[in-house]
């Protein structure tokens, strides 16, 4: 599959610093780390993380992001994006392609905060929570049942698609 760049963060811990972590984490003291990647702006990206942060900025490539637990920051992105959060907040910031986009967080929330309006397809739903699209939609059509809410309706030219779904919480699509 052409050139793969694997990146792998792991350390080995002595009994002591395992005696040392479990003191900490009873402390409520957690461990931090920060790993940049930089990468051409054509590779394509699948990151994913456990627990913590992950930002990804200026890709012109697809882009597939896994989350645990933790806050997902995403701007700028020129290729389709999926990116799923299991406990967390998911964000977008940029424009949309015309490409197939999907957002998904079980206990939390996505927001799409958009320069401009996408030409796309919008299938926004939510088990319990809210659904705001401040962007102009036609052929809206909005169900509220008593497990959820469902908000569908095209973007502009509706030539793309955006699939995005929260279990618990809230979804909002906004302009920047």
């Known amino acids: 599959e052409g050139n793969t760049t694997f990146v792998h963060v792991h350390k080995n811990e002595s009994w002591s610093e395992l005696g040392q972590k479990l003191t900490n984490q009873i ?67 940029g424009d949309l392609i015309d490409e197939h986009h999907r ?16 030409n796309a397809h919008l299938d926004a739903r939510t088990t319990t929570g809210q659904i705001r699209c401040d962007l102009p939609l036609t052929q809206q059509k909005e169900n509220r049942h008593l497990t959820g809410r469902r908000l569908r309706g095209v973007l502009g030219s509706g030539t793309g698609h955006i699939k995005a779904n929260v279990v618990t919480g809230s979804l909002r699509v906004i302009s920047a």
């Open 103 to 118: 957002f998904e967080v079980i206990t939390g929330s996505v927001q799409l905060k958009l320069r401009q309006t996408p």
């Open 27 to 93: 402390k409520g003291i957690q461990p931090k780390a920060r790993l940049t990647i930089k990468l051409p702006a054509h590779c394509e990206l699948r990151a994913k993380t456990i627990a913590g942060s992950l930002a990804v900025n200026s890709i012109d490539a697809p882009v597939t992001i896994r989350v645990i637990t933790g806050k997902t920051t995403l701007q700028n992105l020129n290729g389709p994006i999926y990116a799923k959060t299991i406990t967390g907040k998911l964000q977008y910031e």
